[in-house]
Each structure stands twice: as C-alpha cells, then as structure tokens.
C-alpha cells in the first residue's frame, strides 16, 4: 500500500482548520446577538424624569392635594415654597401702598452777602475829611450813625446863602408892591435847601442852621444803614470829590447760599422750596431758608446748575465765605404708590419684584419705578395697591423661579398629549 505524501497531509489538515474556524465563529456570533436582544415581555426604556430642587414643585409638576382635587397650575414662572422652607429662608413681605415721601438732595455752598442789603456810602459834595469815626473795615455800624464828617467850602457859602434868603423873606422892605421881595426871599431859601438836601443835610440840621443862625464848617455823614463796613476807602485828612467812594456796608441779618446741582436733579428743585444749612463748626445747628432763584445756564466745565437760597441770619453765626453742608427738601403734595428699595432687583435693564399670591405661592413681576426717596421708590406702573412684595431673600425666590421655568420649558408637552423627548437608541443602534 502507497503511504500518503506529507503535502497532501498538509493540505487536508489546512481545510479541515479553516472549516473548524468558520463553524466557530458562527457559534459566537449567534451568541452574542442573543445575549443582547431585549426580552419580549421588558417596557420600553424611557428617559429619566428630570428631579427638581427641594423645597418648591415646578408649575408642571403640581401634586394634587388628597381629598380637594388638583392644585390649578400657577402661571410660568411662578413657583410654589414649602412653609418650612419659607421659615428657614426668613421671608419677609410689605404691603404695597400710598406714602407721602420726602426727597431730598445733598448738596455743598457757600455763604455770601445778600446784595439787596448791600449799600454804598459816597461824597456827595467836594471836600476834606476832618473826622473819621469809622476808621476800619468790618466794624459794625448803626443806621444813622456818623461816619465822618466833611468839610467843603462849596457847603459853608450855600448855608450862608440859605440864612440870607430867610431873612430877606421874613423882613421884606418898605414900599415892596404886593411882596415881591419876600416871594424872591423864599424862593432863594428854598433853593438853597434844596441843594443842602441833596448834599445829605436832614431836614432836621436845617432846622438847627436856622436857630442857630451861623453856618457849620463841617458836614456830617451819617450810616444808611445796620450792617458791617466790608470796604473802607478813606482816611483822615484826605481830600474827595464827589461822587467817590467811601464805604461799603452789608446787613448780614440775612444772607445768600449758593449751591450747585446737578442737571438730573433739576426737577427736584423750584423755587419758595425748603432749605437746611449746617455747618462743621456749629455741629447740631442747622438753619432754615428757601430756595429764591434758580440761574437759567449750566455751567459748561461742571455741567451744573446754580441755586440760590436766602436764610435768616441771628446772631450773625453764617458768616459769608463760609462753606456749608446743603439739603432741598421737596415734600410731596399727594401720597404715591410706593416700594421698598430692597425689594426691587435690578438688572440695570429692568427692575423686578417678587409677588407674594398667597398660599406659599410667588412670581416675579416687572415693574416701572420713578425716583428714589427715603429708601423707597415711587411705583409708576406694574404693581396696584394692597398686594404684597419680598422685602427679603427674594435673590433665592428669584433664582427658584428661573429654574422651574427652565424645568418647565424641559417637560413642555406637544397637543397631542405626548411628552416630548429625546428618544433612547436601542441596544446595537446608533444615535
């Protein structure tokens, strides 16, 4: 008998491995599609639930309450708290009402004179000053009071001519038809004190340079007025002429503020409105004026406007020069509808508050505001009277509120009545 060569024993025994290998590969593979095949009785996988936080139930997942039927599902955005939770967060409310508010605008000035009290004394006739009584500035005066006295020649003639003109008055001369000549007699007299009272003379030092029957080398001038000399221009001995200067005096018994505001505030400010003053060096004092005058420009460099005030001044303690601390206080003529400051949150775009509905229930709510005074804003519209706003920890309600709208826009169902989601692939299927 022939014995098989070695190739042909390589051979068979190459197919016989290669058909091995394909059987058990196909064992393998029918294995693994079994083992990852769903049952025929397993649900469908469906995709897990978002949870929400703990302490509020999100608008579309509302429980209903045993033995009272389904809780009516708030508005969006709108969240519900636990009790519990409203006590741990220290909420607080206020009531939305009408207040009568005071605003008030801060400010610094400084003090002047008041320039309707300012007065100036001048010469009013040529001369020489022969007597100074009032020698110094800043020296109190009294109206009436001598300031110096003035000799003039020009002064001695025209007295002389007044007292010959009285008596050519009061004597008359015989045979004078019809009594010219005293009528020219007075007629002289009364030029010449006119001229004397031009001059400065009173009536009364007339009265005295008739009974006295001699003129007077000196001129008396005298203060028009209560005040301080805040300029003196004279000395003694030296020679004027008329219609120079000699003194200025200011009655401080009232005086001017001027203050700056800015232009946003302007219409904050009026006239005949309420004024305070105080001052560092009289600490607890504060004074009361009104605003008088409000300048029609605004300064190009500060862009500001200036505001004049008038206060009373007893006891002289505004003193011009000095710099003091300003407040218009505007009272409102009627009470507004109001918010507390802490209750709004302010985006810088809008401003929002937190509604309390009641039952634990709130939502935030856009709101229009006005000004601001003593710690409350003027509401202009979104909010009525009597309902209610956090005044406390509404940032925590505010941000529950942004997440259960997100949760709610993430179970958002279709008409059909079918939850949208995202489907799940099944095993072996790509996504």
Do not use: C
Request: charged share 20%; glycine share 8%.
């Amino acid at each position: 008998m022939k014995r098989p060569s070695l190739i042909a024993i390589f051979v068979a025994g190459l197919v016989l491995g290669i058909v091995l290998s394909a059987v058990v590969l196909q064992h393998l593979m029918s294995a693994r599609e079994t083992a990852l095949a769903p049952p025929a009785s397993a649900p469908p996988v469906r995709p897990a639930a978002a949870v929400p936080r703990a302490g509020f139930v999100p608008a579309s997942h509302e429980t209903p309450t045993p033995g009272h039927g389904p809780v009516a599902a708030p508005t969006r955005g709108e969240i519900r708290i636990d009790p519990a939770m409203l006590q741990n967060l220290g909420v607080r409310t206020t009531l939305v009402e009408p207040r009568v508010v005071t605003e008030s605008i801060r400010t610094t000035g400084y003090v002047d004179y008041d320039e309707r009290l300012v007065s100036q004394v001048n010469a009013r006739v040529s001369g020489w000053i022969e007597k100074l009584y009032v020698a110094y500035t800043g020296q109190p005066v009294r109206r009436g009071e001598t300031l110096l006295t003035l000799y003039s020649p020009e002064l001695v003639l025209t007295q002389e001519d007044y007292l010959r003109a009285r008596q050519l008055a009061a004597s008359g001369v015989a045979g004078d038809r019809e009594g010219q000549t005293r009528r020219d007699g007075s007629d002289l007299m009364s030029a010449a004190a006119t001229r004397l009272r031009l001059w400065g003379i009173a009536p009364a030092e007339l009265r005295k340079l008739a009974q006295r029957g001699t003129p007077s080398e000196t001129l008396p001038i005298e203060s028009p007025s209560s005040g301080v000399v805040t300029e003196s221009k004279v000395v003694e001995g030296a020679h004027v002429r008329a219609g120079d200067e000699l003194y200025t005096i200011a009655d401080l018994s009232r005086v001017w503020v001027y203050a700056d505001i800015y232009e946003s505030e302007l219409p904050k400010v009026r006239t005949a409105q309420h004024a305070e003053v105080s001052l560092d060096a009289l600490p607890g004092q504060h004074f009361d004026g009104i605003v008088t005058y409000i300048y029609p420009s605004v300064s190009e460099q500060s862009r500001t406007i200036r505001v004049r005030l008038e206060f009373s001044n007893p006891g002289l303690a505004l003193r011009p020069g000095m710099y003091v601390n300003v407040t218009l206080l505007d009272s409102g003529s009627a009470p507004t509808l109001t918010v507390p400051v802490e209750a709004v949150l302010d985006s810088g775009v809008r401003k929002v508050v937190i509604v309390a509905l009641g039952g634990g229930r709130f939502a935030p709510r856009e709101i229009k505001v006005g000004t601001q005074a003593e710690g409350y804003f003027r509401v202009l519209h979104g909010l009525e009277r009597g309902e209610r706003v956090v005044t406390s920890a509404q940032f925590l309600i505010d941000s529950e509120s942004n997440l259960s709208e997100a949760l709610s826009a993430m179970t958002l169902t279709p008409p059909s009545g079918s939850p949208v989601s995202s489907p799940v692939p099944r095993a072996g299927e790509r996504r």
